[in-house]
């Protein structure tokens, strides 16, 4: 009896299960088709605009929960300076939850909308509209987000692209070619256009559908799209720095050493460019830009560009900043992370009252000042000579229009700087997600993405697709150094 009065309820979310895991593992992408199709049916049978709204929100909430289920290895929550337990649990399921619940409010409204205006649609219409929907969906739970989520240093935007069902399937050749004409969005489309086809099939036509697409996923090959490479040699790095060794005597001293001797070992390595992960903040270690280059000239006769970051407080107003340092030019650039972390780089509104309200007051407005930056410098707004690379910083990744924001056609690669030090135990649904949207990224932009991390992997992700883990030319406990030309 139970089953049967909630039944539409458990399909639905079965059908949000289905598609939260297809986007955690590359292997599991059979589970979007299947989480599709079971959508589309689900919501064509209900009764009532508003029935189907309650459906499709339940839908695109638990693919989110899934989705972002790497929240989880952030606990315990310390930077707050609250004790571990349950408040803490408490705290990340008040973030968990309601972003579950505004990502997935947009396959709500679809659904809402699908019922209310697209019943009547022929089949033709309706396989471009339903799609189209599909990624509108998509696309509003973001900016629904991003309005949940407003904080001092935040703006209104459909960056944050965690559950675009698009990513799904971008290891697979044919859909890297969709990749390369529209990013995400279009992945996305192809999704639903493939699952809502094979629902308004029946019989013999269906099965020569879904026989169809198998065939066209496991036979065409992944794009060539290749690249000219210039000869330029980049040093890339991976370091394995906890947050305590940015301030704590002892090991600040040891990070200032290791740092020391990967940038040294680097330069030895006779590379044009070496990129240092987010934050790595070498160029700290000197008193001014002339004793950066002194150092860099001291140890490499060659030109060479060293890309570093650090936090930089002035005025009041803290930002992510990248250094880059020219040697051909004498030139030190800088510029500014733009799309920051909600909970991680700013507190929302909403949350710095909740944290407030929980909290000691010394202790909660301290973690409140101190996750407070602001987007400052534009690359965009900086004149970089062609020798420089492009910075995409950690987070800004998610975005799906990241790459294009910020790449110049001339450029050879995109130094995509790294940390994952706020985790507490290797995110690895975090990492597969990321690489399905570099993946993406690097196929819609046509250009490689360097990434150098700190507790986190130095990859590259190639125009074609593919993902390289390049091999390691020098490291110590702290460290690893690995050289790739482009």
């Not at 499709?56 to 606990?75: A, D, E």
Request: charged share 15%; net charge neutral.
């Amino acid at each position: 009896m139970f089953l049967k009065k909630y039944r539409q309820l458990i399909l639905a979310a079965g059908a949000g299960l289905l598609l939260g895991f297809s986007l955690i593992h590359p292997w599991l992408w059979p589970l979007v088709f299947a989480g599709a199709i079971l959508a589309f049916w689900v919501i064509s049978k209900t009764n009532s605009a508003k029935q189907a709204f309650l459906l499709g929100w339940c839908i695109g909430t638990l693919k989110i929960l899934v989705s972002l289920s790497w929240f989880w290895s952030t606990y315990p929550l310390d930077w707050l300076g609250l004790e571990p337990g349950v408040l803490h649990i408490v705290l990340l399921c008040l973030y968990w939850v309601p972003a579950g619940l505004t990502l997935g409010l947009g396959m709500g409204l679809a659904s809402w909308f699908f019922i209310k205006y697209c019943r009547q649609l022929s089949k033709l219409v309706s396989a471009l509209v339903i799609p189209t929907l599909w990624v509108l969906a998509e696309t509003a739970g973001a900016i629904i987000f991003s309005i949940y989520t407003l904080g001092p240093s935040s703006y209104i935007t459909l960056g944050f692209s965690f559950g675009h069902t698009g990513y799904a399937v971008v290891a697979l050749g044919v859909f890297r070619y969709l990749a390369m004409v529209g990013s995400v969005y279009v992945l996305s489309f192809a999704v639903a256009f493939i699952s809502y086809i094979a629902i308004i099939l029946n019989g013999k036509q269906r099965i020569v559908w879904i026989l169809s697409i198998l065939l066209i996923i496991f036979l065409v090959p992944i794009p060539s799209n290749e690249i000219t490479q210039r000869g330029i040699k980049v040093a890339i790095t991976e370091t394995s720095f906890l947050p305590n060794t940015k301030t704590e005597v002892m090991p600040f001293f040891d990070r200032q050493e290791a740092y020391f001797d990967l940038v040294r070992y680097a330069l030895a390595s006779q590379s044009d460019v070496v990129i240092l992960p987010e934050d790595s903040r070498f160029s700290g270690y000197f008193s001014d830009t002339e004793q950066v280059f002194n150092f860099l000239h001291s140890q490499t006769k060659k030109d060479v560009v060293l890309v570093d970051s650090m936090r930089v407080d002035s005025g009041g107003t803290t930002v992510l900043r990248a250094f880059i340092y020219d040697t051909a030019t004498q030139q030190r650039f800088e510029f500014d992370k733009q799309y920051l972390v909600p909970q991680g780089e700013y507190i929302p509104y909403v949350y710095q009252i909740l944290i407030s309200a929980l909290g000691p007051e010394g202790v909660t407005n301290q973690a409140i000042t101190d996750t407070t930056y602001q987007p400052g410098i534009s690359q965009r707004d900086v004149s970089l000579s062609t020798s420089i690379p492009p910075v995409l910083f950690c987070f800004e990744s998610v975005t799906p229009m990241g790459v294009f924001s910020v790449n110049r056609r001339e450029a050879p690669f995109i130094a995509h700087l790294v940390s994952h030090g706020w985790f507490k135990r290797e995110p690895e649904i975090l990492w597969n997600q990321l690489d399905a949207m570099l993946r993406t990224q690097a196929l819609f932009n046509n250009v490689p993405i360097v990434q150098s991390a700190n507790l986190s992997h130095a990859k590259i992700y190639w125009p074609d697709g593919s993902i390289e883990y390049p091999e390691v030319v020098a490291s110590s406990g702290y460290w690893k150094l690995f050289v790739n030309t482009f």
